[in-house]
Antibody, heavy 125, light 110 residues
Framework: EVQLFESGGGLAQPGGSLRLSCAASGFTFSGYAMAWVRQAPGKGLEWVSV???????????DSVRGRFTISRDNSQSSQNTLYLQMNSLRAEDTAVYYC???????????????WGQGTLVTVSS | SVLTQPPSVSGAPGQRVTISCTGS?????????VHWYRHLPGKAPKLLIYDKTNRPSGVPDRFSGSKSGTSASLAITGLQAEDEGDYYCQSYDGSLSVWVFGGGTKVTVL
């Protein structure tokens, strides 16, 4: 059974940093691209970032490029973990952040086939 | 949102409802996949339909998808109370080089 579990959310001050983690299990982690998707309060889903299975290719939404960094550790010892380093946080980054598995790295057909339950990030002074 | 959905739809138990998702020539109209998700508050979003018309295992055949031109639709037949929730369409936009979601549609069973 595919399972994704996010952690690391919490309260951060504007300009501050947080690192989110997503522990993956139930599938060959290195064989799949992974993504972060967020939902701000009262808003819809917004794609944030994608990383390829090897970690060699990354994509970012314009709203986070230069501030957020996606990475992954494909080793068993790390429990197959996806990360999102968030720097220079802004109030508008307040959201529930979900990690999701991407069905394929062929962007024309890619969809998010499994999701975690999310972790809340609040940016406020 | 790059993809446009109605904010809400409603129907009585047993009825059929449809949710539209309007895009453009750089996303749905360009032939990129269209996918649908249901999201309940506090829960993980769930994939309902992928590649316009396909259902993952475990998703009832009451859910069906279609596409025409730059738009797509999700239909729910035999509406049930458990179908309430927020529904999102998703595609890829080749001009923006981003994965895009619709704004979401709240389904209410009367």
């Amino acid at each position: 059974e595919v399972q994704l579990f996010e952690s690391g959310g919490g309260l951060a001050q504007p300009g501050g940093s947080l690192r989110l983690s997503c522990a993956a299990s139930g599938f060959t982690f290195s064989g799949y691209a992974m993504a972060w998707v967020r939902q701000a309060p009262g808003k819809g889903l917004e794609w944030v970032s994608v990383i390829s299975g090897s970690g060699g290719t990354t994509y970012y939404a314009d709203s986070v490029r230069g501030r957020f960094t996606i990475s992954r550790d494909n080793s068993q010892s790390s429990q197959n973990t996806l990360y999102l380093q968030m720097n220079s946080l802004r109030a508008e980054d307040t959201a529930v952040y979900y990690c999701a598995r991407l069905s394929t790295m062929t962007v024309a057909a890619a969809f998010f086939d499994y999701w975690g339950q999310g972790t809340l990030v609040t940016v406020s002074s | 949102s790059v993809l446009t959905q109605p904010p809400s739809v409603s129907g009585a138990p047993g009825q059929r409802v449809t949710i539209s998702c309007t895009g453009s020539s750089s996303n749905i109209g360009a032939g990129y996949g269209v996918h649908w998700y249901r999201h309940l508050p506090g829960k993980a979003p769930k994939l309902l339909i992928y590649d316009k018309t396909n259902r993952p295992s475990g998703v009832p055949d009451r859910f069906s998808g279609s596409k025409s031109g730059t738009s797509a639709s999700l239909a729910i037949t035999g509406l049930q109370a458990e179908d309430e929730g927020d529904y999102y369409c998703q595609s890829y936009d080749g001009s923006l080089s981003v994965w895009v979601f619709g704004g979401g549609t709240k389904v209410t069973v009367l």
